[in-house]
């Protein structure tokens, strides 16, 4: 009785050992017969993580790029605008002061006409001053046709020396009077629409 119990037991063992390993094929089995789109499943679920990542990559170079290209454009859109009102302002300011050099050439003459309407004297009926008063009434035509355009004479006399509309030609003592004032002119100067297109010429005091 003893032996077969024995026996018995040593089958057992064998038996568990026999079912142990017959699971761990199963199981082996098992994964090997894992059906393929299992299988197919995960390593897509891989993909789709990388994909994903290199998706989000892209995704942020895009993002770096639209931004630059958006600060490049806003750059040549202010420097157009800028363009563009300095443009307007220069064709302003050549539409002002169009007749500039035209009204230029002019002053000479009527730098001729004033000299030559000083050399008359006091007697108003001698041949002279017959033949000036010609001249006088040229002179004084073409001086309201500029001061009809903004043309103005500047009223410097007696002023204080200004480098920035008139010249400096002479200078000399001239007692009670302040240095670097104007005792003399000797060519005017004119200002067409605020602007100086002709510096006087000046005698100051030392």
């Known amino acids: 009785m003893a032996e077969d119990k ?64 958006k600060d490049k454009y806003l750059r040549a859109n202010a420097e157009m605008q800028n363009m563009r009102r300095r443009m307007e302002e220069e064709k302003a300011s050549l539409l002002k002061y169009e007749g500039e050099d035209l009204i230029k050439k002019l002053l000479p003459i009527v730098d001729n006409f004033e000299r030559a309407i000083q050399m008359d004297d006091t007697n108003l009926e001698d041949e002279v001053s017959k033949f000036l008063s010609g001249f006088k009434m040229i002179y004084g035509n073409l001086s309201d046709t500029l001061k009809g355009y903004e043309v103005e004479v500047m009223d410097i006399l007696n002023k204080p020396f200004d480098p920035n509309t008139m010249e400096a030609v002479l200078m000399e003592e001239a007692p009670g009077v302040e240095p670097n004032t104007v005792v003399d002119v000797l060519q005017k100067g004119y200002t067409y629409k605020g602007k100086v297109i002709r510096h006087a010429m000046v005698k100051v005091s030392k």
């Open 6 to 69: 024995k026996v018995s037991e040593t089958e057992v063992k064998e038996e568990v050992k026999n079912n142990t390993l017959e699971n761990e094929n199963k199981e082996e089995i098992k994964k090997e017969d894992m059906p393929k789109e299992v299988k197919k499943e995960t390593s897509e679920e891989k993909k789709k993580g990388l994909f994903k990542k290199k998706e989000d990559e892209e995704k942020k170079k895009l993002q770096v790029e639209v931004d630059t290209l």
